[in-house]
C-alpha cells in the first residue's frame, strides 16, 4: 500500500508542470487524497454491495477536495486529477492507467440511453482531458488520446488522436496542440 502511494506521488510529480516537491503532492494535491483515502474504500463498499455506505464515503471525500467520483467508478493506476475542484466521474466510467484530468471535468451520461447499464465514457491508459472538458455518454476514448479544454465529446475518441472545439473534432497532427493543457514528454525542472 505504501509503496502504490509512493509511486502515485512520483507520477505526478513527473506529470505536473508545477514540478512539486514530494511533500506539496503528499499534503496539498487533492486528487491524491481522493485517489488514496476515499475512491478505494468506497468502490470496496460498494462491490461489497454496501452501496449506501460506499455513497457515503464518496460524499465525504467529495466535500473534503471538490472532487466527486461516483463509488462505481473503476479508476487504474496513478490517475493525476490536477487542481481537482468540480471533477465529477460517473458511476460506470472506466478509467486506464496513467490519466490526467484537469479541473472542471465530466466524465458523465448523456441524459439519454438505458436507466441502468452503461452510461458513462470508458478512458484508456495516458489519455488526458483539458480543463472544463465534457465526456458524454457510453464512449470510449481510445489510449493516449487527448481532450483539449472545454471541448465536449460524444463520440468515440480514437487512440493518439486530440479532439478539441463543441461538438469536439480531431485536430490535425500537424497543428500546434495549444488547446490543452498538454504535457511534453520531458519537463525541464531545475527543484
Not at 495516458?126 to 472544463?132: N, R
Not at 465536449?152 to 478539441?164: A, E, L, Q, R
Request: hydrophobic share 40%.
Amino acid at each position: 500500500m505504501i509503496q502504490k502511494i509512493l509511486d502515485h506521488i512520483q507520477s505526478i510529480r513527473e506529470r505536473d508542470a508545477a514540478c512539486p516537491t514530494f511533500a506539496e503532492v503528499l499534503f496539498c494535491y487533492p486528487g491524491l487524497h481522493i485517489m488514496t483515502f476515499f475512491h478505494p474504500l468506497a468502490h470496496f463498499l460498494w462491490e461489497k454491495n454496501l452501496r449506501a455506505l460506499g455513497r457515503w464515503w464518496s460524499q465525504v471525500g467529495r466535500m473534503l477536495t471538490g472532487i466527486e467520483i461516483h463509488p462505481g467508478a473503476r479508476i487504474g493506476r496513478n490517475l493525476f486529477i490536477d487542481h481537482g475542484m468540480g471533477v465529477v466521474i460517473g458511476e460506470t466510467a472506466t478509467i486506464g492507467n496513467d490519466c490526467t484530468i484537469y479541473h472542471g471535468v465530466t466524465l458523465g451520461g448523456k441524459g439519454s440511453g438505458p436507466k441502468c447499464g452503461k452510461r458513462h465514457p470508458d478512458l484508456g491508459h495516458k489519455v488526458m482531458i483539458g480543463a472544463g472538458a465534457q465526456v458524454l455518454g457510453p464512449i470510449t476514448v481510445g489510449d493516449g488520446a487527448s481532450v483539449g479544454a472545454n471541448s465536449v465529446v460524444t463520440k468515440d475518441v480514437p487512440p493518439g488522436v486530440t479532439m478539441v472545439g463543441i461538438p469536439a473534432k480531431p485536430v490535425s497532427a500537424t497543428e500546434p496542440h495549444y488547446y490543452y493543457y498538454g504535457l511534453p514528454d520531458t519537463w525541464d525542472c531545475e527543484k
